[in-house]
């Protein structure tokens, strides 16, 4: 824990080792071993040299070859300011410890017991980090949508048990969806007893986590539970290892902004509650943004439930903020902030329109529910006085809103009914106020408000309004302050900004201790529209102070409510008079050109975008003009923009009849200089004198806002001090020599601050190795990276200039503040199923993203997956944001570009799949599952692919045999039929190539006229459809079938349906189509069968052939030879085959005497084998002896050996041992 | 399955600019009250030309009209692009009016584009080819379009009424993205070049312009040189014409442009003309001096582009990733100022929009919306 808070400039006093004693001999004998050894290596350097040129070629293409691996494409950093809390997902198997190692990295972070950990917990790791820990559900919904947001992930497996499948899992998914840090980090290692095999399980699963990940992943190890809780030791390594993790942006997350809701809110009126629970629901969503910077008017989607506009947007105070700047090391103890508002931590909640305070559950004793359930059992209880009056307060009837506007109450002498006007703002704000009033819960405000005027940090906005009171010197600070007064109104109306007034302006500071020697601190006083902006302040002060500090009360709250409602109204009073001088600054302000080409109310549409916004302003008008008399309507368009709905489309803009007379010397001279004959010194002062005016103009502007800028931030500072100084070199050369510079600081910073921290050598030893190698390579790779780091110089450079209502208007709201999104008409099942444990991820949708269409990616499926995947059955894909259940069809690319539609995945090869859903942009990693329930065994990522292209047509095609029978023939030409239904089909195929089965080749003419063969089979029929006239090269038979060959469209189902699981029940399943076997399963419907293509043995019939005939004629003139014969068959067997044969005397003896001689040659043959089998038995036996000698010979021999040899041994380790 | 929420519209105005948003964008879009209350409602014949060029490159993209043509719904599709397209572009308007939008799409298609354009080359209503050539091609290559296979051939010239010029017109597609920009320098105008045309009349109408032209710029600057392309025969067309299209080319590389021809009006706009006069045809001494003097009156607004090309720029910024872009421009076009809230409206992008007094110029700073190329395959 020291080490973190971390005194660490206290002295230590040095280590002295002994100079003399046995351990100082030690020392020194094994130092001059190690010189010895370094000696040995300087005996021969030539030994460590290159022998080979061709071996030092390789090593060093080898070693330049995993530098560029190394590589990436550096991209531009587009992000501002404070980055957003990385996000850190603990993801594991059930029951493996996911939420101890959260629970014990908290408590080691910030000191603080967590109860149980429910949604993302922010905490502020140092000074210049910040973590959110998430813990990862255990469903695949979850898993991928946790995989989406994670910036590091801790992989938590079970070392007793091994890995299981949901790691893998989620590691496929991680790699899908970009493939962030991930640690893995092995637990339940106190269930080995013994240390050998604990060693051995360790390496094992390193080593299979490295074929995984890649060679050399973390694999962290926590070796058990102490008290319940990992050591602390080990969890402060873990932490270590956390806090110098550097992340890598990944190419979906940088183009898309996107918030991880840390608290959830539904803001439903309660009247229509009331009316009717099942009514969809406004709810409000909160959270850091990251990824890119959100512009107004994104559509979101929310995994789970959908796609969204967001009805408003509102940068709230960061309620976890970073520690302040100021030069320390380490973290102080009120810096450890930390913030999790669904774990119901931290008691107070600030949001746009009021301030939430916390109360467990266990301590309400009042809530009517309560009452209803355990009224029973308190029943004998007397009640105390506030509670009595808590129920009474409980049982009215009307909300204290719907009293104040039906009692029209005068609150103040001089202002007319609140409820009628200030409906959006005050009227929220005051109700707000007298309910804090009567529950007697504001004591925090109070005393900050208090603390604040204590500590002197007041906000310009309270010094401007204090001054007001001050008579005398009221129009001394406003000529002061002209230009910041006027920026303030601005801010005040477009609520929510509460950034700008948190600093105030330099030339304010002078002011503020002004007001402050004068004891004018109890100026608090808001005006009517300005309670938001103090609420807001108010709690910005409060992020900056302690936390601990709000629990304290302070009694005369009472009193100073007063004193703001009558300065309140004087307030308003003032407002007056400075909202004409406003309004004459802001004629004064070049900046109204802007104005005039995007219309007034900017200002208006910066908090609640719909929809129909998106059309312009002055389209709105015209909208409400619809029903108005004509030339009315023109002439109010006319006022915006000079054009007229139906002018012409023409972008030359000439107007001939302002033409000046160019013979005219005097025109000719004015643009003399705009020529390179004319005075080049002049043009050059044209340009110098315009950039001088137009950086005054945006120091005019925003002059206050880089000050801003420079309290806080080394780099902006550089901006800022390089920026005055070239107000002196104004030209655009040096411009862009200043940018080059600040780029090539900016990448010296970044690289120096790797290797800064000074607790991870490691880390820093890397660091160096690599920035020397990218030093060496230098070339095309320095170079791209200087273009990207001097774009972003440019970028922060330009938007510095701008004000911040500009700045958010064009750029957006940026990365790492705090939003708080609302969204309008969402299915009450979200909030009725809402669910802390499982994190809802908001995503912006690009442009283009929202619309659906064909997508086509090249798909895989997964090795581990059982079996092949089928075209046509349902799965659940998963991309950018989305997740939706789609029907794909698979397909195969042949050599000639065609897309043949296969029935199943290939086994082990890359095919392409086609479906329809929500488009997502080329590159984007898809994953596939085909069922989400959790309790399968098998693996469940059914596929991985990558998005190639959309389209909004499919290409693929399916093989088609169109089978046909002859039904007439004439010489060449024959009638097919049954080969095409219709004439119109035959007319479509004319032309078409077919085939016999015995290979002669033909073409479709034409559909069969009647005439000739087509006749109906009855007379008075209608002739047969569908026969056609075909060639063929040559006479084909009746028995021949003709083939047609041909590819035919294949139609990919147009269904999407969007996996709303966040609109259920968690523990349900969420179920979609079916899988056609699912469905034959559950209906018990038999597999049909196609009795054609069952495969049967083949029987093939002796082909019978009728005897050759030659025509008579033809046999005449034959030549005799090949004349056919006429012979008659034999009746009878030749002689040859019937004939008995009786030999003659001689030859009787011949034949007796040969069978004798052989008769004798056997015997004899039969004889000497026999001999043989016995010399050669006899022969064994004697080898068999010798051998068996000769082995226990050779036994001996080893035996005396080895003993002399031990011997030898011994001697030598006695001898060794003397000495 | 998903129903399609349309961006409601109205009237006629910048047909062009949000049917080429709308593709860019994936916006469907529906636009009302096209000249409801004219002698001749709905759709112009070059408008419904314009449909039918967007339907011929892009892919399943869905056009209604209603009867009357006073109503359009458009639904786009995906760009394709591709080769050896061709379009008719019909005599209401002249090329120039398709080559604008068309240069844009093209380079987010899925294939590099090359389209032939058969119609009116040369109008004093729209830039002309030369122009376009001259102006706009240079421009697009700032933004980082690669300068291979840009290219505009211009086969024959055609000048109203009756046409029979055609160009063929070749963008590659951008692999990612365009490139943000700084470009406010503007430079000094260094040589001023031009091209004449003329179609079926004397060639002696060229050299009289040239020579107009140059009287004018011959106090500024000697370096001013004018090329005649007289057409003749099948490459000239079917209506006699003549026109002018100069450039001035300054030490920044900025391209600022001005032209116009000169030719009988159409026959539509005779009609309502019939009782005036047969509409007197311009000398082409005065066409040689009045477009000097639109030139020169293009430099003394200063801007790194002319006032025909502002939407143009505004649209390639606002189409940039993520970065800051900033130009300088003269004053603001109406047409550049309803190409700046088009753009609002579609993609979303504001620009700050900062008058500069002392130059009479105005600057112009966005963030792009960051669109890539969408549709392109990755293989």
Redesign the interface.
């Known amino acids: 824990m020291a080490v973190v808070s971390g005194n660490q400039d206290q002295l230590h006093k040095a280590h002295r080792s002994r100079q003399a004693g046995p351990s100082a001999k030690r020392k020194k004998k094994s130092d001059k071993k190690k010189g010895d050894v370094l000696e040995e290596k300087k005996h021969n350097p030539k030994a460590f040299a290159f022998n080979s040129t061709v071996k030092a070629k390789r090593l060093q293409a080898r070693a330049t070859e995993k530098e560029q691996r190394k590589l990436h494409i550096p991209i531009v950093d587009r992000s501002t300011g404070e980055p957003a809390p990385f996000v850190v997902v603990v993801h594991g198997p059930p029951k493996v410890g996911k939420s101890l190692v959260i629970k014990s990295l908290v408590k080691h972070y910030t000191k603080q017991n967590l109860p149980e950990v429910r949604g993302p917990i922010t905490i502020v790791s140092g000074k210049q980090r910040r973590l959110q820990f998430v813990e990862c559900p255990d469903d695949i919904n979850g898993m991928i949508d946790a995989a989406k947001i994670a910036d590091l992930a801790l992989l938590l497996v079970d070392g007793s048990y091994g890995f299981e499948m949901e790691t893998f899992e989620f590691l496929n998914i991680l790699q899908v969806h970009g493939f962030p840090k991930i640690m893995g980090v092995l637990t339940h290692l106190d269930k080995f007893k013994d240390v050998k095999k604990l060693k051995k399980t360790k390496q094992r699963l390193k080593h299979r986590f490295w074929t995984e990940i890649y060679d050399g992943a973390k694999l962290f190890y926590l070796s058990g539970l102490i008290h319940g809780k990992y050591p602390k030791r080990e969890i402060h390594n873990l932490a270590r290892f956390i806090s110098v993790m550097k992340f890598r942006p990944l190419s979906w997350r940088t183009s898309h902004p996107y918030v991880l809701v840390d608290r959830f809110e539904d803001v439903t009126p309660p009247e229509k509650l009331q009316m009717n629970r099942k009514c969809d629901r406004n709810v409000t969503l909160y959270g850091y943004l990251r990824g890119c910077n959100m512009k107004q008017g994104t559509k979101v989607h929310i995994a789970g439930v959908g796609d969204c506009n967001l009805a408003g947007v509102t940068v709230l105070p960061d309620p976890c903020p970073l520690p302040s700047a100021a030069k320390k090391k380490g973290l102080r103890d009120k810096d450890k902030l930390f913030y999790a508002p669904m774990s119901g931590l931290g008691d107070l909640l600030y949001d746009k329109d009021a301030v939430y305070i916390n109360i467990n559950d266990h301590l309400v004793q009042f809530s009517k529910v309560d009452d209803e359930i355990a009224g029973t059992s308190r029943k004998g209880k007397d009640r105390d006085v506030g509670e009595v009056l808590v129920k009474s307060l409980q049982n009215m009837k009307y909300s204290v809103d719907e009293k104040l506007e039906n009692s029209f109450i005068t609150l103040f002498g001089r202002k007319p009914p609140v409820s009628a006007e200030d409906k959006g703002d005050a009227k929220a704000s005051y109700s707000e106020d007298c309910v804090e009033d009567m529950v007697h819960m504001d004591g925090p405000f109070a005393s900050e408000k208090a603390e604040s005027g204590e500590d002197g940090t007041i906000d310009t906005d309270s010094i401007s309004e204090s001054s007001e009171q001050d008579k005398s010197g009221e129009k001394h600070v406003v000529a002061e302050n002209e230009d910041n007064d006027s920026d303030e109104e601005d801010d005040d109306e477009w609520e929510g900004d509460g950034d700008k007034e948190q600093q105030p302006t330099p030339n304010c500071d002078f002011e503020e201790k002004i007001e402050f020697h004068n004891g004018r601190l109890r100026r608090k006083a808001v005006s009517a529209h300005d309670v938001h902006d103090g609420d807001l302040k108010d709690s910005d002060e409060d992020e900056e102070d302690d936390m601990d500090s709000k629990s304290s009360a302070s009694s005369d709250f009472a009193v100073e409510d007063e004193e703001d409602h009558q300065t309140e109204e004087e307030a308003g009073n003032a407002s007056k008079w400075r909202e004409s001088l406003k309004e004459r600054t802001a004629m004064r302000q070049s900046t109204n050109l802007m104005q005039l080409v995007y219309g007034k109310s900017t200002l208006e549409s910066v908090t609640s975008i719909h929809e129909e916004q998106a059309s312009s302003e002055d389209e709105e008008s015209e909208d409400d003009d619809f029903f108005r008399p004509k030339g009315e309507a023109n002439k109010k368009s006319e006022e915006l923009d000079s054009y007229d709905a139906n002018g012409e489309d023409c972008s030359k803009f000439t107007n001939h009849g302002k033409l000046k007379n160019w013979k005219n010397e005097e025109i000719i001279e004015s643009i003399r200089d705009r020529f390179v004959t004319g005075d080049w010194s002049k043009a050059a002062r044209r340009g110098q004198a315009s950039d001088d005016d137009s950086e005054d103009d945006d120091d005019d502007v925003s002059g206050d806002f880089e000050d801003l800028e420079t309290g806080e931030k080394n780099e902006s500072h550089q901006t800022n001090n390089v920026g005055s100084r070239s107000q002196n070199n104004d030209d655009q050369a040096n411009e862009e020599r200043r940018l080059k510079k600040l780029a090539l600081r900016a990448k010296f910073d970044a690289q120096y601050e790797v290797s800064e921290p000074p607790d991870e050598e490691a880390d820093e030893k890397s660091g160096s190795k690599l920035h020397g190698s990218e030093a060496n390579d230098g070339g095309y790779f320095d170079k791209l990276k200087e273009e990207a780091e001097l774009r972003k110089q440019i970028n922060i450079a330009e938007l510095n200039d701008l004000d911040e209502a500009a700045r958010l208007e064009i750029e957006g709201f940026r990365t790492g503040t705090y939003l708080r999104l609302e969204v309008h008409n969402v299915p009450f099942e979200m909030v009725e199923h809402f669910d802390p444990c499982h994190p809802i991820l908001v995503g912006g949708i690009g442009l283009g993203e929202e619309n659906v269409g064909y997508m086509q990616v090249r798909l895989k499926r997964h090795r581990w997956h059982r079996k092949v995947l089928k075209t046509r059955d349902p799965i659940i894909v998963s991309i950018g944001w989305r997740r939706f259940q789609t029907v794909p069809v698979y397909a195969i690319e042949d050599r000639n570009g065609r897309h043949r539609m296969l029935k199943y995945t290939p086994e082990h090869m890359h095919c392409l799949a086609m479906f329809w859903g929500p488009l997502a942009p080329p590159n984007t990693g898809v994953v596939a599952v085909q069922n989400v329930s959790n309790n399968q065994a098998s693996f469940r990522i059914t596929a991985t692919a990558v998005v190639l292209e959309f389209n909004h047509a499919t290409r693929i095609a399916k093989k088609i045999k169109l089978v046909g029978n002859p039904c007439k023939i004439f010489k060449k030409t024959a009638l097919i039929r049954d080969m095409f239904t219709s004439d119109l089909e035959v007319a479509r195929f004319e032309g078409a190539a077919i085939r016999t089965v015995s290979g002669i080749r033909g073409q479709v003419k034409k559909a069969a006229k009647e005439e000739i063969g087509n006749k109906p089979k009855k007379k008075g029929g209608q002739p047969r459809e569908g026969i056609a006239r075909c060639t063929f090269e040559d006479r084909i038979l009746m028995s021949d079938i003709v083939f047609l060959r041909a590819w035919t469209q294949v139609e990919v189902p147009r269904f999407f349906n969007p996996l709303t699981n966040a609109l259920q029940s968690r523990d349900q399943v969420w179920s979609g189509m079916k899988t056609v076997a699912e469905l034959r399963k559950e209906q018990n419907l038999p597999v049909p069968v196609n009795k054609d293509s069952l495969y049967k043995p083949i029987e093939r019939k002796q082909r019978k052939f009728n005897p050759l005939v030659i025509p008579k004629s033809l046999q005449a003139a034959l030549p005799f030879a090949s004349k056919p014969k006429d012979r008659s068959s034999r009746k009878r067997p030749l002689l040859e085959s019937r004939r008995a044969v009786v030999m003659e005397p001689h030859e009787r003896k011949v034949h007796a005497l040969v069978q004798h001689l052989q008769l004798i040659r056997n015997e004899k043959m039969k004889k000497r084998k026999l001999k043989e089998d016995e010399k050669r038995k006899a022969h064994e036996a004697e080898k068999a002896k010798n051998e068996e000698l000769s082995r226990k010979r050779q036994r001996e021999e080893r035996r005396g050996r080895y003993r002399e040899e031990e011997k030898q041994k011994k001697r030598r380790a006695g001898r060794n041992a003397e000495i | 399955?998903?129903k399609?929420?349309y961006?409601?519209?109205?009237?006629?105005?910048?047909?062009?600019?949000r049917l080429l948003l709308s593709t860019l964008?994936?916006t469907a879009i529906l636009i009302e009250?096209?000249?409801p209350d004219?002698t001749w409602p709905g759709l112009r014949p070059h408008?419904i030309s314009f449909l039918r060029l967007l339907e011929n490159i892009t892919?399943?993209c869905v056009v209604e009209i209603n009867e009357t043509g006073t109503k359009l719904k458009y639904k786009p599709?995906?760009l394709m692009g591709g080769r050896h397209l061709v379009h008719d572009c019909g005599l209401s308007r002249s090329i120039g009016?398709f080559l604008?939008p068309l240069v844009v799409l093209g380079l987010f298609g899925?294939k590099p584009l090359s389209i032939k354009l058969k119609g009116i080359t040369n109008d004093s209503?729209?830039?002309s080819v030369d122009t376009f050539r001259s102006t706009t091609l240079p421009m697009l290559k700032r933004f980082g379009v690669p300068s291979e296979g840009l290219d505009l051939k211009i086969e024959s010239r055609g000048s109203p009424p009756e046409g029979g010029g055609e160009v063929i017109l070749s963008v590659p597609m951008i692999q990612n993205s365009l490139s943000?920009i700084?470009w406010?320098?503007e430079g000094?105008?260094?040589r001023i070049r031009g091209v004449t045309y003329s179609t079926r009349v004397s060639s002696q109408f060229e050299n009289t312009m040239i020579h107009a032209a140059r009287g004018?710029f011959n106090?500024?600057?000697?370096d001013v040189h004018i090329a005649t392309d007289h057409k003749s025969g099948s490459q000239a067309g079917k209506s006699p014409g003549y026109g002018i299209s100069l450039v001035a080319e300054t030490?920044s590389g900025c391209f600022m442009s001005a032209d116009?021809a000169v030719c009988h009006a159409r026959g539509k706009d005779t009609d309502v003309l019939e009782d005036e006069e047969q509409e007197e045809l311009k000398r082409p001494e005065d066409v040689g001096e009045?477009i000097?003097?639109?030139l020169?009156?293009e430099?003394?607004q200063?801007g790194v582009v002319d006032?025909?090309?502002q939407?143009?720029l505004f649209l390639l910024c606002a189409l940039c990733?993520?970065?800051?872009s900033?130009v300088r421009v003269g004053k603001?076009?109406?047409?550049g100022?309803?190409t700046?809230?088009?753009i609002?409206?579609f993609?979303?992008?504001?620009?700050?929009?900062?008058?500069?007094?002392?130059?009479g110029?105005?600057?112009l700073?966005?963030?792009g919306?960051?669109?890539?190329n969408?549709?392109?395959?990755?293989s």
């Open positions: 399955m998903v399609t929420s961006m409601r519209l109205k009237g006629s105005q910048q047909l062009r600019q964008a994936g009250d096209i000249r004219d408008e892919d399943d599709g995906v009016y604008e899925k209503k729209d830039p943000a700084t406010v320098d000094m105008v260094k004018i106090q500024l600057l000697p030490t116009t009045q000097a003097s639109v020169l009156g430099i003394e200063g006032s025909t090309h939407g143009l990733p993520q970065d800051v900033k603001l076009s109406p047409y100022i309803e700046l809230r088009h609002r409206d993609l979303g992008v504001k620009f700050v929009i900062t008058p500069e007094p002392t130059t110029t105005v600057i700073k966005c963030i919306s960051g669109l890539k969408l549709s392109r395959k990755i």
